[in-house]
């Protein structure tokens, strides 16, 4: 794979324009990710968080709009091109997303089957470094998911994520149905691993007190587009969504970690 230019932003949508029938849920979005930064999208229910990450990711086309990783055009790739760029980055979905029918370390070996042909011993250190990451005991890796605590599940996914060592990676509502002691604890992991790996985060959150933990910047989704700014900047905005967001009870206490 040929070495990115450090100056191109590692995430870039632009004029990007999604609609369902009549529902027109983006109209034009703009979105720039600075390397090495926790970027957080927010928004409210129905602003089209999930159909953003979904058309980054390539499993979506818009109608509209340019769609950048690493300054290549996901819009116009299809097949082994777009398959390529899809190796630069790992993605950890909601639900973790992980096959109930395969352990932790073979779920962690899958993408690495999809691009290298190791040797089994390799595979297993591999995945067994990857447990040890994301801060799992090393006799997680023989277990299936549904022995996992929801937790252990997000850590699961995030190392499975990290296989390929990306330089980017995509959190799709990473702390959603943790207690609030496990989910400072998972954010607490992902800006150890952000910092340690050198990673560009993107992720979509609600969680304010993660919001405020560890993201640089914010992108908040508004009438089908997108403010962004640091923390200071949103919360100076006067579009009342965001004033009720970031200023409400929640954003108060956000505020104070």
């Not at 027109?24 to 999208?41: K, P, S, Y």
């Not at 927010?42 to 086309?61: A, F, Q």
């Amino acid at each position: 794979m040929a070495a990115v230019d450090p100056a191109i932003p590692p995430v870039r949508v632009t004029g990007l324009v999604n609609r369902f029938g009549q529902q027109l849920v983006h109209d034009g979005l703009d979105m720039d990710v600075r390397r090495g930064e926790v970027f957080g999208i927010v928004g409210g229910s129905g602003s089209g968080k999930s159909v953003l990450l979904r058309s980054i990711l390539g499993l979506h086309h818009p109608q509209a709009g340019r769609v950048e990783i690493d300054g290549v055009d996901l819009t116009v790739l299809h097949g082994d091109a777009l398959r390529q760029v899809k190796h630069r980055y790992g993605v950890t979905f909601q639900n973790g997303a992980l096959f109930s029918s395969l352990t932790v370390a073979q779920n962690i070996q899958l993408p690495i089957l999809e691009t290298h042909r190791p040797s089994q011993d390799v595979l297993d250190g591999l995945a067994e470094l990857k447990i040890r990451l994301v801060g799992l005991p090393t006799d997680a890796g023989g277990k299936f998911p549904s022995q996992l605590s929801g937790g252990m599940v997000k850590r699961a996914a995030l190392a499975r994520a990290l296989a390929l060592d990306p330089s980017l990676l995509f959190l799709d509502e990473p702390t959603a149905g943790l207690d609030p002691i496990a989910a400072a604890s998972f954010d607490e992991l992902v800006l150890f691993l952000q910092r340690t790996l050198r990673l560009t985060v993107v992720m979509v959150t609600h969680d304010l007190d993660t919001i405020y933990r560890i993201c640089n910047r914010v992108g908040v989704i508004v009438d089908q587009r997108m403010v962004t700014g640091t923390l200071d900047e949103i919360e100076r905005n006067d579009h009342p969504w965001i004033k009720e967001y970031f200023h409400g009870a929640r954003g108060r206490a956000g505020r104070r970690q």
